[in-house]
């Protein structure tokens, strides 16, 4: 009961921290009931982005206390409530960490307006980026992270946990020095966190512990053997689309950790190298995964950022998907082609039959039929939540408690089953992230990005989508994806065209297909190999670079060509 209650509580308090964070702040200064006018405006940065929590004050002549403050809120806009006699001479300052401040002179009509309680609306604010010590702090800080998570050499939980603390250290140690040594408080962090990510996931990893107890997956990779009569080259198609439609419908991490053990067992029985059926199944997890919103953290992260549908991932992205299977499928048959003739003059004993049939038994049919009743719900809300503007978590959250009610499995058990660590590390990478979107490292390479694309469309459909895929081998994809997803942000407003979201849909296609390019660009991948190390066949960083990038700049480059022909030929976008 003690860990059902840590649950719960758990739960309270992420969705307490939610509401504060939605709810609107305002200080009370000159707000009271002599307060007649009001002056109100809006605040951007040189990049159209609103700036929420700026400072915003009303200045008397000389250094004395504002007659009125507020703060700016998510939409960027204040509104100041001033009081009823006021001098002839007023300024309004706007004050923001990272940004230069901002000293506007109210002219003699402007305080004529407001001395006679008349409402007034200032011309909008853009405040500059400014540069100081805290800028290159976060930036070391998330380098580093990047480069602990890309050699291994921490946790990529711990590695997030040391980068957000260190953040955290400097800013409140380092304040009392210096105030540009501030990056944000807790408050400010918190403002990065997307809680809509991490309650889907939470949602979804019930879902799927209750699924993975049934047996299904191991049911269906031996199924996919018999069906193949032993012809391995099929064999290895069948497991491909298995595991890319099992990835498209949970997610490719659990796919291939439900995948892997069974898919092992029949490679050591059929007297094949595991690699030869391994390396496949997780290169078309990684490909297919991408047609859904759940099927890949990565496509969590860009669907929740850019409001994107569990149907505009499917519409719009499994046709590229589709053909970029197709060309992986006959990749793998050629790269593989020796091993599949090696093991086609060997068989599987009839007494390793029954222990692979033992091993791939459907051991909860009731609970596999009820699970297969609220999936199909869930699927449902999914597709059509968008209209009722019914977000993704909150379906996966409400299928995982209607799951957990109807079977009522061991509560201790379910709470287990949910990756912590993983959630944990969202929550970290999230606030290293937004530390350098704070201090303004993602404007200078939105920046850049957007000078060198100009008002190309097309040139930015490609830099987009190759460079996220080239990066996603050398940076892991989730922590590159989050970074990214401001500056794609920027460029879907600054490059005409670019309104239908197809630069997020790029992102989602290089992000994804490029973690087949090494074997640190997915989580999948390292799952993978973790198993198959342990079974006695470790998978080496260059052995999965000689399979995997190939892989990558095929199915990339066919994806490519559906993206610039859907929404660059048949869907052109007006500017």
Not at 18 to 27: E, I
Not at 462 to 481: D, E
């Amino acid at each position: 009961m003690h860990t059902q209650a840590r649950f719960y509580v758990l739960i309270s308090t992420l969705v307490l921290a939610g509401l504060v964070l939605a709810m609107p702040r305002q200080s009370a200064k000159g707000q009271g009931t002599e307060a007649t006018g009001l002056l109100t405006g809006t605040v951007y940065d040189h990049q159209e982005q609103l700036v929420a929590d700026a400072r915003v004050t009303l200045q008397p002549p000389g250094d004395t206390e504002p007659l009125a403050e507020t703060r700016t809120q998510a939409d960027g806009r204040y509104a100041l409530s001033v009081p009823q006699s006021l001098p002839d001479q007023l300024t309004v300052r706007i004050l923001r960490e990272h940004f230069e401040p901002v000293v506007m002179v109210l002219d003699a009509a402007t305080i004529q307006s407001l001395q006679a309680g008349q409402p007034v609306v200032l011309p909008d604010t853009v405040l500059a980026r400014q540069i100081t010590a805290s800028f290159w702090i976060a930036t070391l800080v998330f380098i580093g992270m990047l480069l602990l998570i890309a050699f291994g050499k921490l946790h990529n939980t711990l590695a997030a946990l040391l980068g957000m603390s260190v953040i955290f250290a400097v800013s409140y140690l380092g304040r009392p020095i210096s105030d540009e040594l501030f990056i944000f408080d807790f408050r400010g962090a918190l403002r990065y966190v997307d809680w809509n990510v991490i309650f889907l996931i939470m949602g979804m990893m019930i879902v799927i512990a209750v699924v993975e107890r049934t047996g299904m997956f191991q049911w269906l990779a031996f199924a996919a053997y018999r069906v193949s009569r032993g012809r391995i080259w099929l064999l290895m198609l069948i497991l491909m689309m298995v595991t890319g439609v099992a990835s498209a419908a949970l997610d490719n991490v659990t796919t291939m950790l439900l995948m892997t053990p069974i898919t092992v067992q029949i490679a050591l029985a059929l007297g094949i190298t595991p690699l030869a059926l391994l390396i496949p199944e997780v290169l078309a997890s990684n490909v297919a995964g991408i047609s859904t919103l759940i099927g890949t953290p990565t496509n969590i992260l860009i669907g929740s950022y850019a409001k994107l549908s569990f149907t505009d991932f499917l519409t719009n992205l499994t046709p590229g998907v589709l053909l970029a299977m197709v060309g992986l499928m006959i990749y793998t048959q050629l790269v593989y082609r020796s091993d599949l003739r090696a093991s086609d003059a060997g068989g599987v004993s009839s007494l390793m039959m029954e222990k692979l049939a033992e091993r791939a038994r459907i051991t909860e049919p009731d609970h596999l039929k009820k699970a297969g009743i609220v999936g199909a719900f869930m699927l449902i809300l999914f597709i059509a939540g968008d209209a009722i503007h019914l977000i993704p978590a909150v379906t996966a959250l409400m299928g995982a408690t209607a799951l957990l009610v109807w079977i009522q499995p061991d509560i201790e058990e379910m709470i287990e089953a949910v990756d912590w660590t993983t959630l944990v590390f969202f929550i970290g990478l999230f606030i290293v992230v937004g530390a350098v979107q704070e201090v303004g490292l993602i404007s200078v390479i939105a920046d850049a990005i957007g000078q060198f694309v100009g008002s190309n469309l097309l040139l930015a459909v490609i830099v987009v989508t190759w460079f996220s895929a080239l990066l996603s081998t050398v940076i892991a994809n989730i922590p590159f994806t989050a970074a990214m997803l401001p500056v794609v942000g920027y460029l879907t407003v600054t490059v005409p065209g670019a309104q239908s979201k197809v630069l997020f849909y790029c992102l989602s296609v290089g992000s994804a297909m490029g973690g087949n390019g090494s074997l640190i660009g997915a989580s999948a991948n390292m799952v993978t190999s973790g198993i198959s190390e342990r079974a006695g066949y470790p998978m080496s960083y260059a052995y999965f670079f000689k399979k995997g990038f190939p892989a990558l700049l095929i199915t990339v480059s066919l994806a490519t060509l559906w993206l610039i022909f859907h929404f660059l030929i048949q869907n052109p976008a007006t500017p």
